[in-house]
């Protein structure tokens, strides 16, 4: 089956560094991947769209000169975290859509926790 | 995408069926149902989808009412395993760059 592969799992930063995320679609090409990011006990909040080639569709209230998002390949997309703080510390998931008899399905990372000191 | 409403939480005893409701009263002619879940602390976790028909598959069935304006997701046999949350989301199908906006959910508790 299809599978999405993220990494790093966890981490844990300082306050002011920046961190990568990525997120690798390995047995299938995706010309569009989701960032997600969720809160305890929250649901989902889509963050960005992320298209191959192109810059990135940012949700509203999501600042895009943060959350750096770039998705090179087919087959991966990284979300980097700058200049990070406390509050940046969430769990980011990507997924990446392929097409099942018509309708488009996700398939999810397992989700990156981000822990800022 | 059309709005959905589910229960809060509900609750199943080991070895039971769990049905879980949603309502999609919104929903367009071209509109998929789908439903995917979230074990604790792990990525979503795609079950299955629909347009019409009823479908099935190793995991789970989906009843889509005639009208479309609801569905029901029904796990057999319910695991320990299941406990999760599970979210229903309708959203056009063939449009692989169309976001899937994830509302609250429903919160199952599989007991022994």
């Known amino acids: 089956g299809a599978v999405v592969s993220q990494h790093p799992s966890w981490v844990i930063c300082k306050s002011g560094t920046s961190v990568k995320i990525e997120c690798r679609s390995l047995d299938f090409q995706a010309t569009t991947m989701f960032w997600y990011r969720q809160f305890p006990k929250q649901s989902l909040m889509l963050m960005a769209t992320?298209?191959?080639?192109?810059?990135?569709?940012?949700e509203q209230g999501v600042e895009k000169d943060k959350f750096l998002i770039n998705h090179a390949s087919l087959t991966l997309s990284t979300l980097t975290v700058t200049s990070a703080h406390p509050e940046d510390s969430s769990f980011y998931i990507c997924?990446?859509?392929?097409?099942?008899?018509?309708?488009?399905?996700?398939?999810f990372g397992a989700g990156s926790r981000l822990t800022v000191l | 995408d059309a709005k959905t409403t589910q229960p809060t939480s509900m609750d199943c005893a080991e070895g039971r069926a769990a049905n879980l409701p949603c309502n999609h009263s919104t929903i367009s002619g071209n509109e998929y149902v789908y439903w995917y879940r979230q074990i604790h602390s792990q990525g979503p976790q795609y079950i299955i989808h629909g347009l019409k028909n009823n479908e099935t598959n190793e995991m789970a069935s989906l009843i889509i009412t005639e009208d479309r304006k609801s569905s029901t997701l029904i796990l057999p046999h319910a695991t320990l395993r299941d406990t999760a949350v599970y979210y229903c989301i309708v959203r056009v199908g063939n449009t692989g760059f169309q976001k899937l906006v994830f509302g609250t959910g429903t919160r199952l508790l599989v007991s022994p």
């Open positions: 997924s990446a859509s392929r097409s099942i008899s018509g309708a488009n399905v996700l398939t």
């Open positions: 992320s298209n191959e080639g192109s810059k990135a569709t940012y």
